[in-house]
């Protein structure tokens, strides 16, 4: 009986010791590098009715602000355009209207948005 009680305790405390291996290692890494899909679409204007930041829209991680990082900031050019993008993904603070922020690594344009030709498009312009 004692043999099978001291078989237990090194069962459980090994148990307990990987399951503190795991915990700490979702504690070291809260960021989560992931690649999201879908269309750039305004998100902030500034008091002149420019965009200053824009987010993605995944089906998996919903409305994704992007950060404004150098690569991030050359998104404002792509408005209206679906975008494969890469990148480390935070969650956002409880007061912010988006749940999760990208800073994009790198990024590749799938469909450009579509503008009229006879027009010339401005980033600006975007509603």
């Known amino acids: ?66 950060s404004r990082s150098e690569k991030g900031k050359e998104l404002l050019g792509h408005i209206g355009s679906v975008v494969t993008l890469q990148g480390k993904i935070m969650e956002m603070d409880e007061e912010s209207e988006y749940r999760w922020s990208i800073d994009v690594r790198n990024f590749t344009v799938n469909t450009p948005a579509e503008h009229d030709d006879d027009e010339e498009w401005d980033p600006g312009d975007e509603e």
């Open 1 to 66: 009986m004692n043999r099978a009680l001291l078989l237990l305790s090194a069962v459980l405390a090994l148990a307990a010791c990987m399951i503190a291996s795991v915990a700490v290692s979702f504690a070291e890494n809260d960021d989560e590098s992931v690649t999201l899909t879908g269309e750039i679409e305004a998100a902030e204007y500034d008091e002149s009715g420019d965009v200053r930041s824009v987010m993605i829209y995944d089906s998996e991680w919903g409305s994704v602000l992007v």
